[in-house]
């Protein structure tokens, strides 16, 4: 879970920074989209590089996905003792300190895992194509930002994305025994809020910036 | 005080169980929990009623025979254990849901009381030294840093509760096994069968039905002993260690 969560968010942030380019008008950002295509030719074939990236993603995707079901089943099983709720007790449900971010890891992550799909269905292929379909991946982004209901839902997804990496980073330094000091768990901690915050706010930039008509 | 206790009543193992309530009228607040359930044990026992089965040895807080979720939390509001929890941590007129601790490890013997054999067999799997080392040597022979002696004591201060597993939202007992890891890993003595005692340790952790940690912290904040969470994440690095050296 760890390994290959760190090698997704390693990949939102180069995503991330691509984004970005969005404010660099039309020209840069479609040769940008185009160069990513063509980034270690001749060695590489076209699009070479892309698909190694596509294929380590997939795989990193499929072994996320069955460890969290694997282990969801197992931990399912360690707990549903009895008929009903865990505890029958309606109160503390939250337990001493359990957070928003830890509770809604697993839903958080479903979520995320269709919003993928209906992402790249939307940008990549461009079968749903609110605002119009195009061949510039630049037009493709701001007819897709100018419908409210495109942002909502892009927002919607990037907070669950957030909240995913808030408990996400921190327990993949946990699983791989970064955590061994009361200073190592709060450095763990800034961490974690760092990585969620950078990704949900750099992300959330350019659809909020070209809704509101600051680009292009 | 005024309390009424809503607690968890099955006769055996294969009973389905259920929550029961009574009322008690004269509560002192300086009593104990497990003061306050003696007192309506006997009552219920001079009324011919069957007592509420409930373990507890010591009542001193070191023993960790006790243990029980009270108001959906292991060992109830305060970090102590239940016995040394008293009723001036509750109201007047309160509702108090008491439960035994659940996971499909622990099966429960009779009303709150549970097996919690599957700690034994989880230590019993590695979590000692096995070359006999007679009686106590001269404590200046093997120098042990400070930093490290501290902690080793510090996760050797787990007494077997099971608060842990009770309160982990995945039933997991990886605190409790990572503290004996811990112990063991950061002192001389524990050295040689490091590796070997990480893997059959969490081996035997599966194998008896426990969950997996997704790193919440609810087993230290219900801690009676206050055993870190970094524990785990040393036994994620000992188990990292040893799957690399090709132990398993």
Request: with cysteine.
């Amino acid at each position: 879970m760890a390994v290959s969560g760190l090698i997704m968010v390693g990949y939102l942030l180069l995503h991330m920074y691509g984004n970005l380019k969005v404010f660099s008008g039309q020209a840069a950002f479609d040769e940008y989209s185009h160069h990513l295509r063509t980034l270690g030719e001749p060695l590489l074939p076209y699009e070479g590089l892309l698909w190694i990236i596509r294929v380590v993603l997939l795989a990193a995707i499929i072994a996320h996905v069955y460890a969290a079901v694997v282990l969801t089943i197992r931990d399912r099983k360690a707990t549903r003792t009895s008929p009903g709720s865990r505890y029958k007790s309606k109160k503390n449900k939250r337990g001493f300190q359990r957070s928003y971010a830890s509770f809604t890891l697993r839903w958080g992550g479903v979520i995320i895992f269709l919003f993928i799909i209906f992402h790249l269905l939307n940008l990549t292929t461009n079968d749903i194509a609110p605002g119009g379909a195009s061949p510039s991946p630049y037009e493709r982004v701001l007819n897709t930002f100018g419908e409210w209901y495109m942002v909502l839902a892009y927002t919607v997804a990037l907070l669950a994305v957030g909240f995913h990496l808030r408990h996400g980073v921190w327990a993949a330094g946990m699983t791989l025994g970064a955590n061994t000091s009361a200073k190592a768990r709060r450095n763990l901690n800034l961490l974690a809020y760092a990585v969620s915050g950078i990704i949900t706010i750099g992300f959330l930039i350019p659809p909020f910036a070209i809704f509101f008509g600051w680009v292009g | 005080m005024k309390i009424t206790i809503r607690a968890w009543r099955q006769a055996n193992t294969s009973d389905q169980g259920t929550m029961v309530g009574y009322e008690l009228d004269d509560v002192s607040e300086h009593m104990s929990f497990l003061e306050m359930l003696d007192v309506l044990n006997e009552r219920l026992t001079l009324e011919g009623e069957e007592p509420i089965a409930f373990d507890s040895d010591c009542r001193e807080g070191i023993c960790g025979m006790c243990g029980v979720v009270i108001n959906g939390l292991a060992h109830g509001p305060e970090r102590t254990t239940t016995c040394q929890l008293h009723m001036r941590s509750f109201n007047d007129g309160d509702v108090i849901d008491i439960e035994p601790w659940r996971s499909a490890s622990f099966p429960v013997v009779k009303d709150l009381v549970v097996d919690r054999g599957a700690f034994d067999r989880i230590i019993q799997a590695g979590g000692y030294i096995s070359a006999p080392t007679g009686s106590a040597p001269e404590a200046n022979n093997l120098p042990v840093p400070k930093e490290d002696a501290d902690r080793a004591f510090e996760a050797a201060a787990c007494i077997s509760c099971g608060a842990c597993v009770a309160a982990c939202p995945n039933g997991s007992a990886m605190l409790f096994t990572a503290a004996k890891i811990t112990h063991l890993g950061l002192l001389p003595q524990g050295q040689p069968e490091r590796a070997e005692r990480v893997v059959s340790m969490v081996e035997q952790h599966d194998a008896e039905g426990f969950g997996n940690c997704t790193n919440i912290g609810e087993c230290t904040a219900a801690c009676p002993k206050g055993i870190p969470l970094e524990t785990i994440s040393r036994l994620n690095r000992d188990l990292l260690g040893a799957l690399a050296k090709g132990k398993d």
